[in-house]
């Protein structure tokens, strides 16, 4: 009886292991595993630029009968080749750039040199460094905004106990885009500085210490060693950020309007004005699709520049 149940069990046991098994080629399964990614990143950022370069080829008709959308080719394009306003927000936006990205990646590079060693003190310096990146961008506009106002603002309470006198900062055209580079860089610093402090520390220490051995001082060693070996990390910062910088939008919102005199009142601004202050949303599609367009191009031209072997 016992041997029956055994040879039962045997025989069930057998037929359980000889499950029947799928041959997948395992050249596709690492894109199995992607597919969920690839799905939502299509799905959030690939679709909706898709949908926006196709509503910015159509107008909006309206009349007793309601909206209606025509198709008109590259009539929006042409209008804003004729529009003021969008020459003007398109210099803001080069002018902005053209200071803020150097700034930022500058400093953060400088910083990130300066408390890589593993030392107490520098232990302390990081950590006061990387407060910034503690409150949001919107908050941190709002500080800066009770900071630099005209009349109670600490800074210029500052300045006034220097003697000097108060300046109007955001309510001035020619000084409200430097407050918004300003409170952008404090934003931005802190969190590029990370990116370089992992370069460096990918960089070995026999390397300086060959250097060192063979008289180099340390401005040589910075750049025969340590900027040609952060050359991916430079990269990959200087893309990010002029990514992020080109579709800066709450510094501008919070403290400034696009103002004064439209002195800040870069594309992302100008583009969110038209969609939601003037409901004109196929002039807000095809500033989009115009800044996005700007974008991949100087993208384009930063990798091969940065691209090249040597610097």
Same mark, same amino acid.
């Given at each position: ?20 098994? $799928? ?5 596709? $399964?690492?894109?199995?595993?992607? @597919? ?19 509503? &910015?080829?159509y ?14 080719g590259?009539s ?54 990387? $407060?910034?990146?503690?409150? &949001?961008?919107?908050i941190?506009?709002s ?18 106990? @220097? ?26 610093? %802190? ?19 060959s ?32 990514s992020a ?27 969110? %004005? %038209?969609?939601?202050?003037? &409901? ?9 699709s115009v ?12 990798f091969?520049?940065? %691209?090249?072997?040597?610097?």
């Amino acid at each position: 009886m016992k041997l029956n149940n055994l040879r039962g069990y045997k025989d069930i046991v057998g037929t359980i292991t000889h499950v029947p098994t $799928i041959s997948i080629s395992r050249k596709i $399964i690492p894109y199995l595993f992607l @597919l969920p990614s690839l799905l939502g990143l299509f799905l959030f950022r690939f679709y909706p630029i898709i949908l926006n370069f196709y509503g &910015s080829l159509y107008y909006t008709s309206y009349s007793s009968q309601g909206e209606t959308s025509i198709f008109s080719g590259l009539s929006n394009y042409i209008n804003l080749y004729y529009d003021s306003v969008f020459w003007n927000s398109l210099k803001v936006t080069f002018i902005l750039n053209l200071f803020i990205n150097p700034i930022q990646i500058t400093i953060a590079l400088i910083v990130a040199l300066l408390i890589k060693k593993d030392t107490l003190f520098n232990r302390i310096s990081r950590t006061l460094f990387l $407060i910034p990146l503690g409150i &949001s961008i919107a908050i941190s506009s709002s500080i800066w905004k009770i900071l630099l106002n005209q009349t109670y603002g600490l800074i210029n309470g500052i300045l006034e106990f @220097l003697s000097i006198p108060p300046q109007p900062f955001l309510t001035s055209s020619n000084q409200a885009i430097w407050c918004i580079v300003l409170v952008a860089s404090w934003c931005g610093i %802190s969190y590029w500085m990370i990116f370089f402090l992992v370069g460096l520390q990918e960089i070995p220490n026999e390397l300086y210490e060959s250097a060192k051995i063979d008289g180099s001082n340390n401005w040589n060693t910075f750049w025969k060693i340590t900027l040609p070996l952060l050359k991916r990390t430079i990269l990959f910062v200087t893309v990010a950020d002029t990514s992020a910088n080109f579709l800066l939008f709450v510094p501008m919102y919070m403290l400034t309007k696009g103002g004064p005199n439209m002195s800040t009142d870069t594309l992302m601004y100008e583009a969110y %004005s %038209s969609a939601f202050i003037y &409901s004109d949303f196929r002039r807000a599609l095809t500033l989009s699709s115009v800044l996005l367009i700007i974008l991949l191009i100087v993208i384009f031209f930063e990798f091969k520049m940065l %691209s090249k072997e040597d610097y």
